[in-house]
């Protein structure tokens, strides 16, 4: 069973600029969550999305959006990129709500 | 506010030495607590979901438990390969039925031959 799959793997991009990160999920999950990782903060939880509809979403400023298309696999797209954008992004792939399978993360430097 | 405390932030082990990291919380509502295991550059691994207080679960050399106001996670003989970060996390319901993760930051654990 393939696990969760997160491309690009590394990226550089430079401040204004925007960026689009992709997820697909372990075939069958529905749900799609992404968190933002940085050495200060942690993982921190930026939306949800079930069944193509964003449920939840953490405090984050509107430059941070996401979608999920029909066959569960999700996007995240950051516009205007700013210094402090530069983390591991990570994505997980839920179908119960009970487990969480984490992919291994896209890590975003923004010169 | 859902919150997730984890100590110590880091720690160093002699291979063989047996410890515990603490996980404390406070959260309206848990539905379950998480621990994970996350390696430099990878997404963090899950390792256990606690649900009741009481609850015990192991694998190999980590053993989690469970009470109303916090978590341990022990780790019994460990080895170099058990060095890595290990990531604690609640969940709880967050509306539309969604559940949400709150992580603590974590704890680095070195193992030293």
């Known amino acids: 069973k393939a696990g969760v799959t997160q491309t690009p793997r590394y990226l550089i991009k430079t401040r204004g600029q925007q960026v689009t990160l992709s997820c697909s999920p372990i075939?069958?999950?529905?749900?799609v969550s992404w968190y933002q990782q940085t050495p200060g903060q942690g993982l921190q939880f930026l939306f949800e999305y079930f069944s193509e509809t964003q449920r939840n979403k953490g405090n984050f400023p509107g430059r941070f959006s996401g979608r999920q298309f029909s066959n569960s696999r999700s996007e995240m797209n950051v516009s205007t990129l700013e210094l402090g954008d530069s983390a591991l992004y990570l994505c997980?792939?839920?179908?119960?709500?009970?487990?969480?399978?984490f992919g291994s993360g896209t890590r975003l430097t923004v010169v | 506010e859902d919150q997730v405390t984890q100590s110590p932030e880091a720690l160093r082990l002699q291979e063989g030495e047996s410890s515990s990291l603490n996980c404390s919380y406070t959260v309206s509502g848990l539905r379950g607590l998480f621990w994970y295991r996350q390696d430099p550059g990878k997404g963090p691994e899950f390792l256990f979901t606690?649900?009741?207080a009481g609850e015990e679960k192991e694998k190999e050399r980590l053993k989690a438990t469970l009470t109303k106001k916090e978590s341990f996670l022990h780790i019994t003989a460990p080895k170099p390969e058990d060095s890595a970060t290990y990531l604690c996390a609640v969940q709880a319901y967050s509306g539309a039925g969604s559940y949400q993760l709150t992580f603590g930051k974590g704890t680095k654990l070195s193992v030293i031959p």
């Open positions: 997980a792939s839920s179908d119960t709500n009970y487990g969480y399978t």
């Open positions: 075939s069958g999950h529905r749900s």
């Open positions: 606690l649900y009741s």
